[in-house]
């Protein structure tokens, strides 16, 4: 039962590098989302997804962009690392609208 | 949009104690509810909801129930252990059919031997 995989665990960039967060789910789940979660601010949205090729913005979009080629998969990516976006970023998905959403393990990104 | 406080935290407690983590909401419509755990080093699991009104959920000894008249959605265990030792998140659904959840900001809880 692998649920939701995040990839890669650990990153450090140095600033204006890019890369990209791997997101892969197996539960054939429509809807999934990219959270950033940062001390004493709890989760907050960055992109999400209602199905397969189709991108939305969350509350914290800037700096990011998505793309969800395949229902599985949904990519997280910077193209300009700023320290700012020193977080742990989780991914998560769900089936079903009202549903809990089941979340990864999380890739912890510095960036110096 | 809805939007989700929670207790500050962090919350130290002896083993055995009571527990209870408040959590409000401002909502509208019917949003579902849900108290997620994280322990260090993983992401988030779901530990209760709770779908309408007056509904309780329930898990591992802990209950919250759904309060619409107060806008609340308390987690409370009436007896913890060391094993509880975790932050807790406070989430409800978010308007429009998307499926995003809200997170409070989380509280630390320790509990000490």
């Known amino acids: 039962n692998a649920g939701v995989t995040q990839t890669p665990k650990f990153r450090v960039l140095k600033t204006g590098q890019s890369m990209t967060l791997l997101c892969a789910q197996d539960?054939?789940?429509?809807?999934m989302y990219w959270y950033r979660q940062d001390p004493g601010m709890g989760l907050r949205l960055i992109h999400y997804?209602?199905?397969?090729?189709?991108?939305a913005k969350g509350e914290v979009p800037d700096g990011y962009n998505v793309s969800r080629l395949k229902k599985q998969n949904f990519l997280l990516g910077l193209e300009s690392a700023a320290p700012s976006q020193t977080s742990v970023y989780f991914c998560?998905?769900?089936?079903?609208?009202?549903?809990?959403?089941?979340f990864g393990n999380g890739t912890r990104l510095t960036v110096t | 949009g809805n939007s989700v406080t929670q207790m500050e935290g962090p919350v130290t407690l002896s083993e055995e104690a009571f527990l209870t983590i408040n959590c409000t909401y401002t909502?509208?419509?019917?949003?579902?509810l849900f108290w997620y755990v994280q322990y260090p080093g993983e992401g988030l699991q779901l530990l209760l909801k709770?779908?309408?009104?007056?509904d309780k959920g329930s898990n591992k000894g802990f209950e919250a129930t759904y309060r619409k008249e107060t806008t609340s959605f308390h987690l409370e265990k009436g007896s913890v252990q060391v094993s509880d030792s975790a932050v807790y998140f406070c989430?409800?659904?978010?308007?429009?059919?998307?499926?995003?959840?809200?997170f409070g900001q989380g509280t630390t809880l320790q509990v000490k031997p």
């Open positions: 998560a998905s769900n089936g079903r609208l009202n549903s809990p959403l089941h």
């Open positions: 539960m054939n789940h429509e809807y």
């Open positions: 997804s209602v199905g397969e090729g189709t991108t």
């Open positions: 909502a509208t419509g019917y949003p579902s």
């Open positions: 709770a779908t309408k009104a007056d």
């Open positions: 989430a409800l659904t978010d308007s429009g059919n998307t499926g995003k959840l809200i």
